[in-house]
């Protein structure tokens, strides 16, 4: 492999941190949401949007990247579409500038914004099954999160400072403006990057539309999920822990009705989260090295499964200084998800099929897309403890799943 694609897939995901810090889904879009005079059900509804929208439209999307033989022009218009997306968000939030309205703002710029990211999710998936080899994806994984983790620090100081100093809406319209232009910065990295030949699609007389061979792929669903059985333990592990990952915004949720949250508050807790990813991001290098990915992916549901009893002690028990520890917890989980969960994805799945195998996983988490609004109804009318208890119990059971993936070459089977 070419050293320029690693230095260039670095570059994408650092600079594509400091976007996601400025847009913080547990954080920073919770307390958007809150502070324009939305509850809890609205909070369901946005994760759903830029959590559910993605994975259920990735099966469109891979059914039709799956039969291109180079992903890099169609990740391009995705990134570029979302950058699009973020500069609008901006640019309506400036004009219009009164509260309720920000929300139907937010909703629709961020929709686009999570189907753009479904169609550069998938092309991603396959450049980096293309370009980085199997023995060097655990070294790639984890040093691309250190390096997301960096983005993400130096991007949550920036967020805790803007939210601080500037009133409201005036901060998140700066964040949404910077999160446009670092996301295109982040896109460079992209255009460097040297992606090799893929398996070119010959068309016949059967194959005259390019839906043909969408629906051809869509078709190999049914055998990929009876053959391949990492693929299924993936599916009902992610699906089992949907209810508390897509619940994590609902620990900021909590905060805003237990305590007396100022402007900055927000800053803060990104900062924190992300100190607890850079400190995880330490233990998951000696997990993968002892167990693999699948030990991640474990690690993540028994943290998840202690995270919500923690936060409901804490928010009656604690002061705001203290309830601000558990977004360590939540910094590791998320570095445990994007650690685990896609290296898994990408080790599984086969050479050629890669682009196929992400839709098809993102299609069946029906859980992790739907879950988002089922936690906001329910939390609204049962309140927090019933949902945060669920959480912990479904995470606890997807680790029998979660235990059956083989996916490793580094280490032997324990």
Not at 193 to 209: F, H, W
Not at 227 to 247: H, P
Not at 322 to 331: D, K
Request: aromatic content about 12%.
């Amino acid at each position: 492999m070419k050293i320029g694609n690693l230095k260039a897939l670095y570059w994408h995901s650092f600079f594509l941190a400091v976007t996601m810090s400025f847009t913080e889904i547990n954080t920073v879009m919770p307390a958007l949401i809150l502070r324009a005079g939305g509850g809890e059900r609205l909070v369901g509804g946005l994760t759903a949007i830029m959590v559910g929208l993605p994975l259920v439209s990735q099966l469109v999307f891979a059914g039709f990247l799956s039969t291109r033989s180079r992903k890099k022009p169609y990740l391009l218009t995705g990134i570029n579409l979302r950058v699009f997306a973020l500069a609008a968000a901006a640019v309506a939030i400036a004009w219009i500038g009164t509260d309720y309205a920000i929300i139907p703002i937010v909703f629709v710029t961020m929709s686009l914004f999570a189907l753009s990211g479904a169609f550069a999710g998938v092309s991603y998936t396959e450049m980096v099954g293309k370009v980085v080899v199997t023995a060097q994806r655990r070294r790639f994984f984890v040093r691309r999160q250190v390096a997301t983790s960096a983005g993400l620090l130096i991007s949550a100081v920036a967020t805790r400072l803007f939210l601080g100093v500037t009133s409201f809406p005036d901060g998140y319209v700066l964040l949404f403006a910077m999160a446009s232009g670092f996301l295109l910065i982040a896109s460079a990295g992209f255009w460097a990057l040297d992606e090799p030949a893929g398996e070119i699609v010959q068309k016949d007389k059967t194959q005259k539309r390019e839906s043909d061979g969408i629906v051809r792929s869509m078709g190999k669903i049914p055998e990929i999920l009876r053959s391949d059985a990492n693929m299924r333990m993936l599916i009902i592990a992610v699906n089992l822990g949907a209810l508390g990952f897509t619940a994590i915004p609902l620990v900021t949720a909590l905060a805003h009705r237990r305590f007396e949250l100022l402007p900055e508050t927000a800053g803060w807790f990104v900062i924190i989260q992300v100190i607890g990813m850079l400190l995880a991001n330490l233990v998951w290098t000696r997990l993968i090295k002892f167990g693999g990915f699948r030990f991640v992916l474990r690690a993540e549901l028994i943290l998840v499964a202690l995270l919500f009893p923690f936060s409901l002690v804490a928010s009656r028990y604690f002061p705001l200084w203290a309830y601000m520890s558990i977004y360590l917890v939540t910094g590791a989980i998320i570095s445990a998800h994007r650690v685990g969960v896609d290296a898994i994805l990408v080790q599984i799945s086969p050479d050629g099929q890669r682009a196929l195998y992400a839709g098809i996983f993102g299609a069946a988490n029906l859980g992790t897309a739907i879950m988002p609004l089922i936690t906001g109804m329910l939390t609204s009318a049962l309140g927090f403890s019933p949902v945060f208890i669920g959480a912990s119990i479904l995470s606890l059971a997807a680790l029998i799943p979660a235990s059956k993936i083989w996916c490793g070459e580094w280490y032997k089977e324990v």
